[in-house]
């Protein structure tokens, strides 16, 4: 398999070593051959070759069988509203060009974790959600404008049919093997989009009438999320809310430190923690290198269908916590057994 | 003064009757003459007009001091995204015609209900978050379109200069009086409209400078929100992201039931529960009436300038708290004090 290893911005460097080295060991330990090579993305991109998505990253890209990537962004451009070339278009163009619509956010909680959450452990116990988000549509991807005398701005919101179907499919295909529950989200109440969206979800939930469908309003399930999170299996929702209730549902994990995804399409699949680029925090050996670990655990079963070997890093990671090994991000001051590692002796 | 009541739907009927019992009960302690008017919007006005905002709805509120609202929606509404006329145009519609920009959440936390959250309440623990929402821009007010063969669907998000500056102004005034600490949450990483938002913001804070400004991705917001709800102070937001982060943090203050809200702009002010209709437990006698009388509270001072009749009121939510009552939604398990209320027997 030809592994491309994106490291991107900020910590995305430092944590994505220890991505790659976990698939190095499981094909050590299994007797499998990674090919890897590397491409450049984002502010690093931008610093090399003045362009976020080097063309010579995209082909790459096309090229292999699988993506770790590791993290956007840089505060420099956040600050200056109207730079016009930004790390992130690489990000959003990667998703676009290699089609990528569907991003599964598994919100996998480790006992161990139950503490270092700021949330109950009585509210969050028995969480198991499986996020679906879109990736290649809504207002990320429709027409910008600002005025000339920089009086107005604004971003298209829109979906296909076609897009929400795909994607729906997928979330329910996924449900059928949990608990057959789904719950797609939108905001149906005041926007057309969200009415399509609610209207292609309840056609294609027909075909599937034993997966029992909810839906519920942004709102609501940002403070369901919240409230009662044992509540959802597959939640559905649109690339803007689900960029929303992912960050917000990593603190039933404990933290975003924690979060891996796998985006996935029409051809090469992408795999990549939630979280960004820390900027703060580069450099100084501290990010925590698992959620890098557990998107190379979902790329070897996902993309590889090496469910066994995937397991074996996932369960790798449990042991380690159960140790009491910690990153600062998850370290609970309360227990006394942690010992605070840095992102090298974790990984 | 002149007021107008318009329950709206579902609960919205029961506990604004308490919202309206507070105002007249300080009407009569403190010696004020308040008249109330009622009107019909939302569902309860379809059914009876077939139009969610009546033009004497409208006019009524026009010629008002200021306006104590329930709750709008029904779930008949909701699962029918194909609905041309829908309750919820009502609201939207009364937010535009009496032009209120400024949405005020104030996240109050009484330290009787620190243990009915599913946050720790550690981490609550001192929490004080002033939400202001714009509420007649963004993606809520932008044109629609749906194609005729139902494969399409969009909505226009954007903001002009003037609609950013106007509640940033109230939002840093505010904070002045506060601890001086702004944060404009937005997605200026990915959407133009959000990068006019924070060039406008970053202006107006020169305008500030005794205030500190940060600015916040809206993802990173929902996830600080539960992760450290200390570090807000003021948070300045769009409608859609305010929309959705007010009510993930209803659960700070413990429930949903308890969070007041007012609308203001240029005219007369709208004074209402942040709750919806609640169709599933009305006219069961189930329902908050907090919210509601807050509201009343909110209307005291800001419509009227009566801090005191305000503070009195707030004070009685405080008092009744402390003496054990709850309503179900506020009750905890692990608390054997309380005694399990009504909606009238609360209010
Ligand atoms: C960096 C940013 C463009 C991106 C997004 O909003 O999609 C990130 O927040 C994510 O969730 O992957
Ligand atoms: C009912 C709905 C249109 C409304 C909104 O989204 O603004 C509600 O959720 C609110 O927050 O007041």
């Known amino acids: 398999k030809n592994i491309l290893i994106i490291p991107g911005d900020g910590i995305g460097q430092e944590v994505t070593t220890w991505g790659k080295q976990a698939l190095e060991a499981v094909a050590r330990k299994y007797g499998h051959v990674f090919s ?67 991003n599964l956010r598994p919100i996998l909680l480790f006992d161990e974790l139950l503490e270092a959450s700021s949330l109950k452990p009585e509210v969050l116990r028995g969480t198991d959600i499986l996020f679906f988000r879109e990736l290649t549509g809504d207002v990320y991807f429709g027409e910008k404008t600002r005025s000339d005398d920089n009086t107005f701005a604004s971003d298209l919101m829109n979906y296909h049919r076609y897009e929400v179907e795909r994607i729906a499919r997928k979330a329910y295909e996924a449900a059928r093997t949990r608990n057959k529950k789904l719950c797609s989200v939108d905001k149906a109440n005041v926007l057309e989009t969200s009415r399509l969206w609610r209207d292609v979800v309840q056609e294609i939930a027909r075909e599937y009438p034993d997966v029992e469908t909810e839906h519920m309003f942004i709102d609501n399930a940002a403070m369901q999320l919240v409230k009662n999170p044992k509540k959802f299996d597959v939640v559905l929702t649109a690339n803007l809310f689900g960029d929303i209730l992912t960050d917000e549902a990593s603190q039933i994990a404990g933290s975003m430190g924690m979060l891996a995804s796998a985006s996935i399409g029409d051809g090469t699949g992408f795999f990549e923690p939630i979280h960004g680029s820390a900027h703060d925090i580069a450099g100084q050996n501290k990010a925590n290198p698992l959620a890098s670990i557990l998107s190379a655990a979902l790329m070897l079963d996902i993309a590889f269908g090496l469910q066994e070997e995937a397991k074996a890093v996932t369960q790798a990671v449990a042991d380690t916590l159960k140790a009491g090994w910690r990153t600062g991000d998850i370290a609970n001051a309360n227990t006394s057994a942690t010992h605070i590692l840095g992102t090298n002796e974790m990984g």
């Open 36 to 102: 890897f090579d590397e491409a450049i993305m984002g502010h690093t991109a931008i610093e090399a070759t003045g362009n976020p998505l080097p063309d010579e990253t995209l082909e790459k890209a096309k090229a292999s069988d699988a993506i770790l990537f590791g993290a956007i962004g840089h505060a420099k451009y956040d600050n200056d509203p109207s730079a016009k070339v930004r790390p992130e278009q690489g990000l959003l163009k990667i998703r676009k060009e290699l089609g990528l619509y569907a």
